[in-house]
């Protein structure tokens, strides 16, 4: 039973077990990301700008969680599905709950709920890009690079040490 437990919680990213026995991409780490969305300011009547984000993945052989934390909110998956192709791609599909912080509640956002889509081109990407909707009739993409190790719980936690690791 322990050896389980270590396999799929450590082991099954190893290179040794990918592709024959393992076939699930290793998405773990901080990855830095920008959002477009087509949701259209009422104040200005514009698009608004490309967010900053950051979306930390916890991940085991059975299990997945990501956060994506902006300057304004975060974000959690509630429900996901990782999905091998025919071809030997990847797709996430995910649901997720968005949770502006306190000051903007009301102000600019509300909690809401949204579906992603992320195509996954290799076991161990560099890249991720995929698409998002929303309960408030919005889209947008999101674009994911640059992963690091690191696990964070804030927007500035992620954003400090993204900052120290390019140094």
Do not use: C
């Amino acid at each position: 039973y322990g050896a389980v437990i270590v396999f799929a919680r450590y082991l099954w990213a190893w290179p040794l077990f990918r592709g024959w026995l393992v076939k699930r991409p290793d998405l773990r780490g901080t990855w830095e990301a920008t959002l477009h969305s087509d949701w259209i300011d009422p104040a200005t009547q514009q698009t608004v700008a490309p967010v900053e984000a950051y979306v930390v993945v916890r991940q085991t052989l059975t299990s997945l969680s990501m956060r994506l934390f902006t300057e304004k909110s975060r974000s959690i998956l509630i429900a996901h599905a990782i999905e091998l192709e025919p071809d030997g791609l990847f797709t996430l599909s995910a649901m997720y709950r968005n949770s502006p912080k306190i000051e903007y509640q009301g102000v600019e956002s509300a909690i809401h709920h949204g579906a992603l889509l992320i195509e996954v081109h290799e076991v161990k990407p560099r890249r991720l890009d995929g698409h998002y909707w929303t309960d408030r009739r919005t889209r947008g993409t999101i674009a994911m690079s640059h992963k690091n190790a690191d696990h964070y719980s804030s927007f500035e936690e992620a954003k400090a040490g993204a900052a120290r690791k390019k140094k």
